[in-house]
Each structure stands twice: as C-alpha cells, then as structure tokens.
C-alpha cells in the first residue's frame, strides 16, 4: 500500500482536527459544523479572535506587545448545562440559587456519545418518576446507575438499556428509540441467561432490569401494559432462588428489595379487584418482606396494606381461612387498630415544606386504609360514622397539598366524593400532579374515579362497595397500577 493509500484510511476525527487547525490559520474564521454537500444549511462559523495591540503596557515589559483574547473551539452543552442555565435565570433578582446536584461520573467506554444525554436525563430528571416508597426515587436511581456500571457483561449491558429507555420514555413519550432500547435490554436479558452460572452480581443485575422494565411499562398506559405484574412476578422468583441474602444484607442495594416490595403490594391490591379473562396475571409467590434501612413506618404501611389484601375479599372466601366468624372479625379488629396506632409525623410540626407534604401523604395512606379496610368489611366492623371522620379529614390534607405521587390513596379517597365540590378537589390535585415532571401517568385512575362518581349518581340505592370498586378497576384493559 502506498502512501497515498494509508492517507485515504485517515480517520474522521483526525480530519476533523486537521480542518480545524487550518481554519484557524485561514482567514474568515474557525469552522463549527460541516455540512454534508448536498445539504443546503449554511456550515456554522466562529470569528477567529483577533489580537489586542497592547502598546501601553508593553513598555513597561511586564507582558506580551500582543495578547490573545480567546482560543476557544468547540461548546459542549449538555442536559445538565441547560438545567442549571434554567434554574438559574428564571429565580427572581436578588434570590440565592440552590445548587443543583452534579451528575455522577461514569466510564465513557461504556455510554455512547448519543446516549449520553439520555443517560444524564435519567439522573437530573427521569430517575425521580421512579416509583419507590420509603426512599428518595433519585437515590434508587443513583444505585441503579451503580450497578450497571459495575461490570462489562451483558447483565450490565441489560441494566444500562433498560435506563436508556425509561429515560427516552420519560423525555418524550412512548416513540421508537424507547422502544428499540427496550427491545436492547431483553436481547442482553436473553444472552445473559444462557450463561452456565448466574453469579450474585448477574443476579442483582437482572432485578434491576426486570424493575426497571416494569417502571417502563407503568410509567405510560399503553396496549402492553399487562406486562409489568409479570415482571414483578419473574423479579420475585428471582430474588427467592439467588440473591436474597446479597439484598438484605447490603444497605446501599437493599433498596431495590423495597422497589420490589413496593410493586408487588400494589400489584396484589389491583389484582384482588381486576377481573378480565386474562392469563399470566396472577402474582402467586407470597409477598416478599424487606428487612431494610427504609423508614419503618413506610415499611409497616405497606405490611399493613398487604394483609388487607389478603383478609378481606367480596365474598367467604377471606373469612374461610379462620376458625370462627368470631376470630375473622377480631383479627379485622385489630388491622384497624393497627393502621390507627401508625407512629406518623404531624406536618404542622415540620417547618420544611417537601417534608410536611410526605407527612401528609403517609396520614393520607393511612386513612385510605382505614376507609378500604371499614367499606370492604362494612357488615363486620361496623363503623360508618368512623369512616365519615376519616373522610371528612382526608379532604381537609387533599385540598393543602401541592400534589401527590401516591394513587393509591387517592383512588380510595376519591371514590367517596360526592360532592361537586369534593370531586373538582380531587381532580385539581391530580391536575397539579400531572405538571410535574416526575408525575406518571393518571389515565387509568381517572378513569376508574369517574366511573365510581357516576355509579353514585346514577344509584337508587347503596352499591356494594367490594363489587363497586371491581366493577370500575375491571373496566381498564390491562391490569391498573396505583404506584
């Protein structure tokens, strides 16, 4: 090969830096984009910056005759960068700015230049709408990041994907990159498992992306929805046979035991109302019951909200399981003691504002407990002016609060509104919710309230709650998330 030939296999790049510094040489100015030639945009170019004659003070030989003002070539602006651009410039003058959090560091070997953005979109924004109860969302990102990054093997390559495409999923809605990067992390599920062994770190690897597979499915309602309540379950299994020593004893990835935790009391909830002719959707494996760093209460609720689940049912089914109508009765006796007893905190004790609204959400899951819990078992406890009390003070929280990731509670609540007025609270809230960014998707709750508001209307006498309630959640075509 001749010279001239190994000139032809010069690499883009050094093309690229080649015709950069000819162009500083060049009059006119430094060249920022090149065009294609059959493009007819106009090529993006900088001034070179001229030299400043400094005469004055070159007399006095302390600096140069002539000094550059700038060598600047190349801006790189990243999702961050504009972040802290917009943060900064829309607070009022004379305003502190808070400090935005710094994106972590990562191994460029293993995120492309055109994923990059996404994968800081994911730290600074989309890991927030991750559903986790008990922990911050944006730390359960962070482990997340941490754990695809800790190897190079497909399991990892799994993880990573799967991140890619939530974050597509979340910046501009369900399209084909989302798609494509999904489709990415179940063929790297795929490889990984025809491996031989499954060692711990694959394992853990593997409930991540299973996680983070049903967060993408949960996120936005669409025709493959159903799909998340299998994730939970093929996530379940998983961690039962592998690694779940490796979950509870390490703190910082024994919060993806919580994540878990948390889908699948939300999954057994939906289940017990959800009734369509459909297959594959049932989540048998008992519950899985962290021994985590999470606050004990949000652990407790979720403790509590599963064993409704399984004592109370629309027919004798629940009450078969005990050996007295008098021992079923007690034991509802004391769920509901149990639910009122919650240590939780009083918001008009917290100054800080974030803190008093999670305050307010914790009373609000503890009261749409005690309303399911006295609705469901209504001929048994008998507590109707109880539950009015309840009702009466979850409205007083719903109508303070900025909004509320939690749809449980509301879906319970708001399925007591009579009232114009109670109803237009219940959507105003959903309403502030939805703005924000980190708010999923409320297609599915709205629907079921509406239906449940106009039941109410339409009765001439009172409906069953337990049938009421299945009636409207078996009215979704997949089964409904209320993370």
């Known amino acids: 090969m001749t010279m001239y030939d ?23 100015g430094i060249r920022l984009s090149w065009p294609r030639g059959e493009n007819n945009r106009r090529a993006v170019v900088l001034k070179t910056p001229h030299t400043q004659s400094n005469d004055a003070f070159a007399a006095g030989g302390n600096i140069p005759a002539k000094v550059n ?12 960068d504009i972040e802290l651009h917009n943060t900064s410039t829309s607070l009022p003058s004379g305003h502190n700015v808070l400090p935005l959090e710094v994106p972590m560091s990562w191994n460029p070997s293993r995120v492309h230049a055109q994923e990059r953005d996404l994968f800081e979109y994911f730290q600074c924004e989309a890991s ?26 497909p399991s990892a390559e799994a993880v990573l994907q799967a991140i890619l495409s939530f974050s597509s999923l979340h910046r501009s809605g369900v399209n084909g990159q989302a798609v494509e990067l999904k489709i990415n992390a179940l063929s790297k599920l795929a490889e990984a498992s025809r491996s031989s062994s499954l060692g711990t770190m694959e394992a853990v690897q593997h409930v991540a992306t299973g996680m983070l597979l049903c967060s993408f499915e949960t ?32 703190a910082a990835l024994s919060v993806l035991l919580d994540w878990v935790h948390y889908h699948d009391v939300s999954a057994r909830f939906s289940l017990r109302h959800w009734q369509r002719d459909t297959i594959g959707t049932q989540i048998t494996s008992a519950p899985i019951i962290p021994d985590t760093n999470a606050s004990s209460v949000s652990c ?9 689940c399984e004592a109370v049912s629309g027919d004798s089914t629940a009450a078969g399981s005990f050996d007295s109508m008098d021992d079923y009765k007690g ?16 918001p008009s004790n917290t100054a800080d504002a974030t803190q008093a609204d999670s305050a307010s959400v914790m009373q609000l899951f503890q ?15 008998k507590q109707p002016t109880k539950i009015q009390q309840y009702i009466e003070r979850s409205f007083s929280i719903i109508s303070q609060l900025e909004s509320c990731p939690r749809q449980f509670p509301i879906v319970i609540l708001g399925a007591e509104a009579r ?49 009421k309630m299945t009636m409207a959640i078996s009215r979704c075509l997949v089964t409904p998330t209320f993370v």
């Open 300 to 308: 407790t609720i979720l403790e509590l909200l599963s064993q409704i």
């Open 419 to 467: 009232t114009d007025e109670q109803r237009v609270i219940i959507l105003d809230l959903i309403s502030r919710t939805e703005k924000k960014s980190s708010s999923r998707c409320w297609y599915q709750a709205k629907d079921i309230l509406k239906t449940i508001w106009v039941q109410e209307d339409l009765a001439v006498e009172n409906i069953s709650y337990w049938n």
């Open 331 to 346: 034991f509802l006796s004391v769920l509901d003691w149990r639910i009122r007893s919650l240590p939780l905190l009083d």
């Open 128 to 153: 927030q709408s991750l559903a986790i109860f008990g922990h911050e969302p944006t730390s359960l990102g962070d482990t997340l990041i941490r754990i695809a990054l800790a190897t190079n093997t």
């Open 219 to 250: 996120h936005q309602s669409s025709c493959t929805s159903d799909q998340w309540t299998g994730y939970i379950g093929r996530v379940k299994q998983l961690i039962t046979a592998t690694c779940s020593d490796v979950l509870q004893g390490d």
């Open 6 to 28: 190994y000139r032809q296999l010069e690499c883009p790049l050094s093309r690229a830096l080649k015709a950069d510094r000819e162009a500083a040489q060049a009059p006119g």
């Open 367 to 381: 009261l749409a407990m005690l309303v399911y819990l006295g609705r469901s078992c209504e001929s048994l406890l």
């Open 69 to 80: 003002v700038s060598d600047a070539r190349f801006v790189h602006v990243s999702y961050w």
